[in-house]
């Protein structure tokens, strides 16, 4: 037991742990001495009961692999939030946009019901609703300014928007999050960056053409589309702002909830494999 001090190696000595026994005698061989034969390098342990020295083996640990996994994942994850990036500015931008439209167009019913309220039709007037011509100079007076700011905040037109705009949210939160998630080794204020300005990128793709017609001036149209140009902008802003808020609020939260999501699915053996998550914000990875 004690002629082989000369060797630096077995020395701290690790002791055997798990049910063997000895080959020869069966005595338990847990808690033995574990000794490396010095020409062979081979790894054994000595029977304290008969002598007999049992061979152990060393297998090749799997931590190379699980750190190389761990990489292909990370590089994956990076990859596919670009791809996220292209589809949350398209959703944002498209979902602005049919919200605004929609929004913008039912205004019209609010603003044409002040205006007949204000001047009644006579009793053979034919109205086809908003699809009439529009009275451009009483859109332009006072009174048709006050009832296209009334307008923007009726419930016949905020009803289509916010239902739109709730669907585009639903859309846009996972891709928001996948971001927030591939990106959270940032500070968060630049995931929140990142994440608003490619909302940002695609609200103005769509939104900055519908700029340059508003700027085109007010073309001979019925009330639907007169007050659509009119209150397009105002919508297109609010939809905008929504989600921008919305998306600045996932890049925030995403790695809680990436955390609490694979902490949910995966038992404590298993988060070897995404315990990136944890250790990039320098926090354990959870046991329980
Ligand atoms: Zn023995």
Redesign the pocket.
């Known amino acids: 037991m004690n002629d082989d001090v000369s060797t630096p190696k077995s020395t701290p000595r690790e002791t055997l742990i798990g049910d063997r026994a ?6 338990p ?1 847990m808690g033995a001495a574990i000794e490396r034969e010095p020409t062979t390098g081979l790894l054994y342990v000595r ?6 020295a ?1 061979a152990l083996m060393e297998y090749p640990v799997a931590t190379p692999w699980v750190q190389r996994m761990k990489s292909v994942v990370a590089t994956g994850l990076v990859a596919t939030a670009i791809a996220m990036l292209l589809v949350l500015a398209a959703i944002v931008g498209g979902f602005t946009t049919g919200a605004a439209m929609s929004g913008a167009s039912l205004s019209a019913q609010d603003v044409y019901d002040t205006f007949t309220l204000q001047n009644p039709p006579s009793a053979d007037d034919k109205s086809a609703g908003t699809w009439d011509p529009a009275n451009t100079a009483w859109l332009d007076s006072p009174a048709g300014a006050e009832a296209l700011a009334q307008s923007r905040w009726s419930a016949d037109a905020l009803l289509p928007f916010t239902t739109i705009l709730a669907l585009g949210g639903i859309a846009a939160v996972p891709f928001a999050l996948l971001i927030g998630v591939a990106c959270m080794r940032w500070a968060a204020t630049r995931r929140v960056l990142l994440v608003v300005l490619t909302a940002g990128i695609g609200w103005i793709l769509v939104v900055g053409p519908a700029h340059l017609l508003a700027a085109s001036g007010r073309f001979q149209a019925n009330w639907r589309d007169s007050v659509l140009e009119a209150n397009y902008l105002h919508f297109a802003y609010l939809g905008g702002l929504v989600f921008c808020g919305l998306c600045a609020l996932c890049a925030l939260i995403a790695p809680s909830v990436a955390s609490i999501v694979f902490r949910a699915i995966l038992p404590p053996r298993d988060r070897r494999l995404v315990a990136w998550i944890w250790e990039w914000r320098g926090k354990p990875v959870p046991r329980d």
């Open positions: 000895c080959a020869h005698c069966m005595h061989l029977c304290v009961e008969c002598g007999a049992s």
